[in-house]
Structure formats: C-alpha cells, structure tokens
C-alpha cells in the first residue's frame, strides 16, 4: 500500500500545469502533501511530503488564524480534510497558516472496471481536456450520498470527484449536483 508521497498530476506527461496553477491559486509558497492525520481537537496534522528530494513525514500545529479552502478555493473548515487527502499547505514557523484541497471534478468518458482504466474530461485553463489513468489497486468508490460503491456503479457521462496519486485514480466519488462536493474519507 505504500505510494509514493508526492501524488499529484505532475507526474503525468502534459498535465504538469494542473498543480502548478492549482498551486498558484492557492499561495505562491504552497507545498503538496498528502494528509496522514489530522486532529481538530489537538490541532495538529500529520502530512507526508518531499524535502529536500526524500519523501518525509512531518507533524504540524495548525495556526490559530487557519485557513481552509476547498478544492475550488472557497472558504471551508477543518472537518473536510481527512487521511489520505492530497493538500496544498503554506507553513510558517512550524504552522500550517493555510490549507487547500487538492481533489479534482471530472466527468467520465469511459471507464473499464476489467482493464483498470477511467478515461475522464477536466477543466484546465478553461478548457476540457481528457486523460486516462490507471484505477488503483485499493481505490474507494463511493455515490453520492457518501455509501461504499463498487466501479459497476460508474458510467460515461457521471460527474465525479477524484484524487489521483501517481497517475492512479485512489478515490472516487459520484457528483450530486444537488449537495456540496465532499470528497470520500480516507482508509
């Protein structure tokens, strides 16, 4: 079960410029992390990120004066972030002073439970673009109202929400239209 730390678009040859301009959207001094714990009642998050070229694990004390932002970058709180959770994070002195999902609204094109595939269409720059990635070995699968789900559940033309993690889908999610978007809780 052990991936690499750092998951992200970036890895993927032509999307690059997903985490970058998320990155961007958030905070110039952003770093990539995938959430290990969070606890609201300590106030202290464990994440899992690249330092100085090795994958690390650090415990942070979240600021007094926080903030959380969603995927989309709207104000949120502490309870959507769960383990497994890919995030960007501004940290100063020891202090996590910002944090920002890093999940993704996808639509599926075509998906194959039997070949390990989910091609999907996402906004970069405005603009559709399609891609196909690998579905995880341990992928969650969820509907909308949250319950576990199997990949059967899933069709072309379904809004979902993903993270993907080195090229892998890890966990996804069916869009209601209807309720916020949350993304599935970590293992």
Same mark, same amino acid.
């Given at each position: 079960?052990?991936?690499? /730390?750092?998951?992200?678009? $970036?890895?993927?040859?032509?999307?690059?410029?997903?985490?970058?301009?998320?990155?961007?959207?958030?905070?110039?001094?952003?770093?990539?992390?995938?959430?290990? #714990?969070?606890?609201?009642? =300590?106030?202290?998050?464990?994440? #899992?990120?690249?330092?100085?070229?090795?994958?690390?694990? &650090?415990?942070?004390?979240?600021?007094?004066?926080?903030?959380?932002? @969603?995927?989309?970058?709207?104000?949120?709180? %502490?309870? /959507?972030?769960?383990?497994?959770?890919?995030?960007?994070? $501004?940290?100063?002195?020891?202090?996590? =002073?910002?944090? #920002?999902?890093?999940?993704?609204?996808?639509?599926?094109?075509? /998906?194959?439970?039997?070949? !390990? +595939?989910? +091609?999907?269409?996402?906004?970069?720059? !405005?603009? @559709?673009?399609? &891609?196909?990635?690998?579905?995880?070995?341990? %992928?969650?699968?969820?509907?909308? =109202?949250?319950?576990?789900? +199997?990949?059967? %559940?899933?069709?072309?033309? @379904?809004?979902?929400?993903?993270?993907?993690?080195?090229?892998?889908?890890?966990?996804?999610?069916? &869009?209601?239209?209807?309720?916020?978007?949350?993304?599935?809780?970590?293992?």
């Amino acid at each position: 079960m052990l991936r690499s /730390i750092l998951c992200s678009l $970036v890895a993927l040859g032509g999307f690059v410029s997903y985490a970058s301009a998320d990155k961007d959207k958030t905070d110039a001094k952003a770093k990539e992390a995938k959430i290990a #714990k969070v606890d609201a009642k =300590t106030r202290a998050a464990t994440v #899992k990120m690249k330092s100085e070229g090795k994958d690390v694990e &650090h415990t942070f004390k979240l600021a007094d004066d926080i903030e959380y932002m @969603d995927n989309t970058g709207k104000v949120a709180t %502490i309870d /959507i972030f769960t383990a497994g959770d890919m995030v960007f994070l $501004v940290e100063s002195e020891g202090q996590i =002073t910002k944090m #920002k999902k890093n999940d993704k609204d996808a639509k599926i094109t075509k /998906i194959d439970a039997k070949k !390990g +595939t989910a +091609t999907v269409q996402m906004k970069h720059a !405005g603009k @559709d673009v399609e &891609h196909t990635f690998k579905l995880a070995d341990d %992928i969650e699968y969820m509907d909308s =109202t949250g319950k576990v789900a +199997t990949a059967e %559940i899933f069709t072309a033309g @379904d809004e979902v929400v993903l993270v993907e993690c080195d090229g892998q889908i890890t966990k996804m999610k069916k &869009h209601d239209k209807t309720a916020p978007v949350s993304v599935p809780k970590g293992k």
